[in-house]
């Protein structure tokens, strides 16, 4: 089935540094959206690009998209303690409203 | 405005039982979703509700049933239960049952099957 698959598994960094995550999936999508966690809590929508779009900001945000090669990446900026979180992408299942996400990148960082 | 909010917060049940959580979506949310997620996992989808009809449905077994109700709040049972069963179950809402719509989760509902 088609998944967001998120790369790398696990990343740690330094306050004031740039995070970057990846995701890739399997099949043709119309869009595909971000989403943080707090520790095991609810999670909180960030951007969602739609397959028309490269590339897309919110704040210390940006999200491009390459739908040629199926992939996505997150970038955080000047990244803060309160970053620290676990980030997933998730896509549309082919041809049907269900979101599917992939099993998240665990970013830490330390101040 | 509340958001989306989950009831209870946390619950403990033993093999074999039947559970009941509750959700009630974001003001001006007509769809909510659910969704499992096991530890270290990614949520995995388990059906959506509109116009209190089951929508759409994931990979997962009949134990596994809802409700919509005419106020958009919506239940998740889950019968027999299975230790695999635990989990941190979310809900969330949107302003339609169109995929492009963001989703507003909920804090979740720890369940603890022993």
């Known amino acids: 089935s088609q998944q967001g698959e998120e790369d790398p598994q696990a990343l740690s960094i330094q306050e004031g540094e740039n995070a970057t995550m990846n995701c890739s999936y399997k099949?043709?999508?119309?869009?595909l959206q971000w989403y943080r966690q707090n520790s095991g809590r609810g999670l909180v929508h960030l951007i969602l690009?739609?397959?028309?779009?490269r590339e897309k900001h919110s704040g210390r945000l940006r999200v491009t998209l390459d739908t040629s090669k199926k992939s996505s990446s997150l970038l955080i900026t000047a990244s803060r303690a309160a970053d620290t979180a676990s980030y997933f992408c998730a896509v549309p299942q082919g041809g049907s409203e269900k979101l599917v996400f992939g099993k998240g990148t665990k970013l830490t960082v330390n101040p | 405005d509340a958001g989306v909010t989950q009831s209870p917060t946390h619950l403990i049940k033993t093999r074999g039982q039947q559970v009941t959580l509750r959700c009630s979506p974001k003001?001006?949310?007509?769809?909510v979703s659910w969704y499992q997620q096991a530890l270290g996992q990614g949520p995995q989808f388990i059906f959506q509700?509109?116009?209190?009809?089951?929508?759409q449905r994931g990979n997962f077994p009949d134990r596994f049933s809802g409700h919509q109700f005419p106020n958009y709040s919506s239940e998740l049972n889950v019968n027999a239960l299975l230790l695999g069963d635990s989990a941190l179950y979310l809900c969330?809402?949107?302003?339609?049952?169109?995929?492009?719509?963001?989703?507003?989760f909920g804090p979740g509902t720890r369940l603890t099957v022993t």
């Open positions: 969330a809402s949107s302003p339609g049952h169109a995929v492009s719509y963001e989703q507003y």
């Open positions: 509700y509109y116009e209190e009809e089951e929508r």
């Open positions: 099949t043709s999508i119309n869009n």
């Open positions: 690009i739609r397959s028309n779009e």
């Open positions: 003001s001006g949310h007509d769809t």
